[in-house]
């Protein structure tokens, strides 16, 4: 049978996924009454909640078409810059790339990002215009923003000279001539087909076997599963292999117990799998991504891609707070180290260091949402955490010259906004590349911005543009270090008692500011219960109730009302934290508090300038 295998990347919200779900439902995959999802791909419940790709995921379809029956194993890929580390592993596996572009928002950070990522592994990449009926699309003016950024990216002619088809995933059509629209994915099929090419390795399907695994993940039943495609050879169940890591260390030798072939959205055991094939392999216990499955007589490692370093870490550490171990029951130091290091082996693009501390660690990662998945997911799991404020992670240069990660940032805005939006970046040290129309009566600035700058700039931005605005970043290089950048302007409002809060107290503390709590919640003496109106910190009491007599007073007692508190999120609990500050993270709640609870003990904050 022929066989293809091809890459799906673009910028988060460009339709990937729903395009995948209509590749699937049009191959004949699912029965006539069989229950499907939207976006079937995306199975993690953050990934549904959040409504981006987090992990890359692989299927597979059938095509029976001009050249006879073809397979085709498809990849989608993350969208969002920080899980970029998903995507680099994953072009290692495939031989062609379809590159999806909104027709409105046209190219953006993150298609820059992963198309230099497939130009450089010398894919041809087909151009895929999505979402061409919406109202404010140009796909005219997309394709020549496209040509521009291919050309940019130092493309070769074969590169350039990249098939166009235009297409509208969720209503399920592609067509080679925009006039033209279709009512089927017929032509996007033919054209992956055609314009792939099929795996070189099936040429070697008689050599010894070898595959490099690109994913990992476990499975109660099977233990290890590895997921990469076969190099050389094949993969049969009961085969003596061993691993190798990139040094071509041998580190473990067994044999395999499973060889898993992808069928559409399941993973279906199978008798044999040849060369050029993307199969997933149960029965090692040690090997891990980036390593090498291979015959006994093979003593050197596949090639693994190096992968961007990490720009942003935090300090995970025990949660020591008055109220730790109440509600989850993973607590203890040695419970999260193993948690963290079970992650690090799994995505490579997080990088974890103990600190001189024995009950914290350093994690670093690509940005904010990917730490902050990670912390999400091991509160689900029952863990309670202490969250430092995210660091960018520097680097020195030959002269030994501090240097800072730099971002590619676009932002789409209304117009009435753009004035203060580009007056709060630059402040925070960004240079203004490129500003003009993006359509649909908005406009797009372009900036080159330092990361650390941007570390709790998102709550600020969307409420300056009134949750109008849209900013995407990916990361582009490192420079030297701009200076200092101010912070937070306002101070906090810190609990001096330890208690539950009564809301008389509160109803008296809001003219000071906003709350983060409502009546009747737990807190505690160095928990930050809001935000002050004013620069510095200031120490209340939230739990002071009236003081009740028997005698009446003369005139109709006030009633309290309290204003709803400003419940944050976690990514938005990250961000607003200063150095002296922590987020609190149990399975039921986030709660901000001061490093040091004491207040005697604290540094008085100092008036911005």
């Not at 044999?272 to 090498?292: F, H, L, P, R």
């Not at 370093?309 to 989850?328: F, H, K, Q």
């Not at 999260?336 to 082996?345: F, P, Q, V, W």
């Not at 404020?389 to 010259?401: H, I, S």
Request: aromatic share 4%; glycine share 8%; net charge negative.
């Amino acid at each position: 049978m022929n066989l293809r295998n091809v890459a799906i990347i673009a910028h988060v919200d460009h339709g990937k996924t729903t395009m995948v779900d209509a590749l699937l439902s049009q191959s004949g995959i699912f029965r006539a009454n069989e229950a499907t999802t939207e976006r079937a791909m995306d199975s993690g419940d953050q990934e549904k909640e959040r409504g981006i790709t987090i992990l890359a995921k692989c299927t597979s379809i059938q095509w029976n078409g001009k050249t006879g029956e073809t397979r085709i194993n498809i990849i989608d890929t993350p969208g969002h810059a920080d899980f970029g580390g998903e995507v680099e592993r994953i072009l290692g596996m495939v031989d062609g790339c379809v590159l999806l572009v909104d027709a409105e928002e046209g190219v953006m950070p993150q298609t820059k990002f992963v198309l230099t990522k497939a130009l450089r592994m010398g894919l041809r990449p087909i151009l895929c215009i999505n979402k061409v009926d919406r109202a404010h699309a140009d796909p005219d003016r997309v394709l020549n923003e496209t040509f521009d950024l291919f050309a940019a990216l130092g493309a070769t002619d074969e590169q350039l000279d990249f098939p166009v088809i235009y297409a509208s995933g969720r209503s399920g059509w592609a067509s080679m001539d925009f006039n033209n629209p279709k009512d089927n994915l017929h032509d996007l099929y033919e054209l992956i087909v055609e314009h792939v090419p099929a795996p070189k390795a099936q040429e070697r399907v008689n050599e010894p076997f070898q595959i490099l695994n690109v994913l990992i993940e476990s499975d109660p039943f099977l233990g290890r599963i590895l997921t990469g495609r076969i190099h050389s050879g094949k993969a049969v169940p009961g085969m003596a292999i061993k691993a190798l890591d990139r040094n071509g260390k041998q580190i473990e030798q067994g044999r395999i117990t499973k060889v898993l072939a992808f069928r559409g959205l399941k993973r279906q055991p199978v008798d044999e799998a040849e060369a050029g094939d993307i199969v997933a392999i149960a029965g090692m216990s040690k090997a891990t991504v980036a390593d090498t499955l291979c015959a006994l007589e093979v003593n050197e490692a596949l090639p693994a891609l190096p992968i961007d370093p990490p720009t942003i870490s935090m300090t995970v550490g025990v949660n020591d707070s008055p109220l730790a171990g109440r509600e989850g029951d993973k607590v203890q130091s040695r419970v999260i180290r193993d948690r963290l290091m079970k992650e690090a082996e799994a995505n490579v693009a997080i990088r974890i260091t103990e600190t001189q501390g024995s009950d914290a660690y350093e994690v670093a990662g690509r940005g904010e949402l990917q730490l902050g998945v990670l912390i999400e997911n091991m509160r689900r799991e029952g863990f309670e955490l202490s969250i430092s404020r995210p660091r960018v992670v520097y680097q020195k240069d030959e002269n030994g010259q501090l240097m800072e990660p730099i971002e590619d940032v676009m932002i789409d805005v209304d117009e009435e906004f753009s004035g203060i939006v580009i007056e709060k970046l630059s402040a925070r040290k960004a240079e203004m590349t490129d500003m003009g129309p993006s359509g649909a009566g908005k406009t797009r600035i372009q900036l080159k911005c330092p990361s650390r700058s941007l570390i709790g700039y998102q709550g600020e931005f969307l409420t300056d543009t009134r949750g109008s605005g849209v900013l995407n970043r990916v990361f582009s290089h490192y420079e030297a270090h701009k200076g200092s950048i101010e912070g937070r302007l306002k101070g906090v409002l810190v609990s001096n008692s330890d208690g539950d809060t009564a809301a008389y107290a509160l109803w008296n503390l809001e003219e000071r500011g906003v709350m983060f709590v409502g009546a009747g919640e737990k807190t505690y003496q160095g928990m930050i219960i809001g935000e002050n109106s004013r620069w510095d910190d200031l120490d209340v009491n939230p739990i002071k109730g009236k003081q009740l007599t028997n005698v009446r007073a003369s005139g109709k007692d006030e009633a309290v009302r309290l204003t709803p508190p400003r419940k944050m999120s976690l990514e938005q609990a990250i961000a607003y934290i200063e150095e002296d500050e922590l987020v609190e993270v149990t399975p039921k709640n986030i709660r901000l508090r001061k490093e040091i609870l004491n207040p005697s003990f604290r540094k008085k904050r100092q008036k911005p300038e």
